[in-house]
């Protein structure tokens, strides 16, 4: 029988293990699969089938080759100890709606039972790269099949391509909507101290992020602001580097000199690929752009302020740097 993670928007139905939460894949019942005839009848929302999603280990020289993959179903405890190593097999994903609809069994969700909805921002923190990049595909495949259930160019509703295909298709002027990837680049910009010498790396305040909350009483003091790389969406007719300058002279006023790509991420919010560069300041005075950022600057990698959380490519970026400087985040 088929297999299935269960999601209701960005939260992963999950289940409580000793070193964290892992998801849940319910088993499909007969009822939930269509054939293809079927499948052309109806838009059948809610659910999804998954490509694989291999570990890094495919790919970085710096992943031991000699680890075994270890299968989506078996013992989460393990694999969570071999991040890099973990490929998750083809599995389906389904929303709560689509399960209730189809009567499926779900486990019990309540207080104390071990099982809940937890979001994507923190599974990532925790769960094998691949892993957390399959939910990520199955979040943005799940929303995109909510938002094209009428025909873009015309309006009527569409259906499911053959299954050879993932695309929604507009039988009345044949239009076919597939799933679309907005390209982001993110980029680690460093320079020496000029001081000390020190390596520095450039970090930004987003008004996104929030703003510094009061204490509600004097004796506890405001949790931190948190600070990120620069980031951005490619625009029509450029190139990733073209992107890379452009983002950073818009929201910071500086130029950049070596950039280099490093490495990308899926990331469901909305449905973006994150492009990951480095490059070293070259001139200017930081000048933020206020609409977007209330506040950047260069801070020494021994005194960083608080960053995104570990699962990000943000992080990834900033540990590397300060790895290479025999720091440890």
């Known amino acids: 029988m088929t297999s299935a993670f269960v999601f209701s928007d960005d939260t992963v139905l999950c289940r409580q293990r000793p070193n964290g939460w892992w998801p849940v894949q319910l088993e499909l019942p007969p009822s939930a699969t269509h054939s293809d005839e079927e499948t052309q009848l109806a838009y059948q929302v809610g659910h999804v089938t998954l490509l694989e999603s291999l570990a890094p280990r ?3 020289p710096d992943v031991n080759p000699t680890s075994a993959s270890v299968d989506i179903l078996e013992s989460a405890d393990s694999s969570i100890n071999t991040p890099h190593t973990f490929t998750a097999q083809a599995a389906s994903a389904i929303t709560y709606d689509y399960a209730i609809a189809h009567h499926m069994v779900l486990p019990i969700i309540a207080e104390g039972s071990g099982n809940a909805f937890v979001p994507y921002r923190q599974l990532i923190t925790q769960l094998p790269v691949a892993l957390s990049d399959q939910l990520s595909q199955a979040i943005q495949l799940l929303r995109w099949q909510t938002d094209t259930q009428f025909c873009s160019r015309c309006a009527a509703p569409t259906i499911h391509a053959k299954r050879d295909e993932r695309a929604m298709v507009c039988p009345v002027c044949r239009l076919r909507q597939y799933p679309r990837v907005q390209p982001c680049v993110i980029t680690a ?4 101290n000029p001081q000390t010498g020190e390596m520095q790396i450039l970090l930004a305040h987003h008004h996104r992020y929030g703003q510094q909350k ?3 009483h004097l004796l506890q003091s405001p949790q931190p602001l948190l600070y990120g790389l620069i980031a951005g969406f490619v625009e029509v007719g450029e190139s990733l580097e073209h992107a890379v ?3 950073v002279a818009e929201e910071v006023n500086i130029s950049l000199s070596d950039i280099r790509y490093v490495s990308s991420q899926p990331w469901p919010f909305p449905s973006n690929l994150m492009l990951g560069f ?3 300041y070259a001139a200017g005075e930081i000048v933020i752009q206020e609409d977007e950022l209330s ?11 608080k960053i995104p959380s570990k699962g990000s490519i943000a992080y990834e970026l900033i540990a590397q740097i300060a790895n290479e400087q025999g720091i440890l985040l």
């Open 58 to 60: 495919h790919w970085s």
């Open 189 to 192: 910009i460093t320079r020496p």
């Open 214 to 216: 009061t204490a509600p």
């Open 245 to 247: 300058v452009r983002e």
């Open 278 to 280: 480095r490059a070293s």
């Open 295 to 305: 506040h950047a600057d260069f801070f020494d990698l021994s005194n960083l302020p």
